[in-house]
């Protein structure tokens, strides 16, 4: 009796997971140049940040600062904004990793700032100012960026690769319900960071520059 074969065949790399990987990679990629650029300041731009961060918490903690709903919504919806409609441009298909890589950059440049101006406190000043905002930023920045990347790069391809004969892009009403979703989830953010990042980031200045 003749043995029968048995063929196991693993499947491909799931492409969404794969772009979702891609777009992490970037992102870390980014906060790793925005941590070590922070590093290579000179004596005197370190001094002058250690005097506007030190200003900024005095300020702060004698209620002083407060911002305005434009610069907040600004502050969320703008990279969400930004790959949204990157989505629906041939340019998205560079761009989208690139505003990845930047998102990353700006994000750990703004927490390496406290950490080199107050060491270990530094990142109990940064969580204070940042958790709030990069727990619902975050999630949905990647989520739309995993969504319009593949469109960008078949429109990118529709215009300088296989041309006519490739089929239209379409924008189904799953996108759409994504972004609106995102922009619930970003409002609801909003409200949450006007009222629980000065509480946090006053108990943070309790514990780092105690009265």
Known sequence: ??????????????????????????????????HLYAGAWSPETARALEQYLSDYCAVYDAGGVAVSMLQCAVTYFGYAALVFLLGFSSAGVALIPALAGTFGFLTMYAVSCFVRCYGRAGVLLAMGIFMVRLVFTLPCFFALAGAAWPMSTELFSLSFGRGKRSSPVLYGSRYLLLAVLCAVILTVGMFCERFLTPLLFRLALGEVLPS
């Open 1 to 34: 009796m003749r043995g029968r074969t048995v063929t196991v065949r693993l499947g491909g790399w799931d492409p969404e997971l794969l772009r979702g990987g891609v777009l992490a990679l970037l992102f870390l990629a980014g906060a790793l140049a925005g």
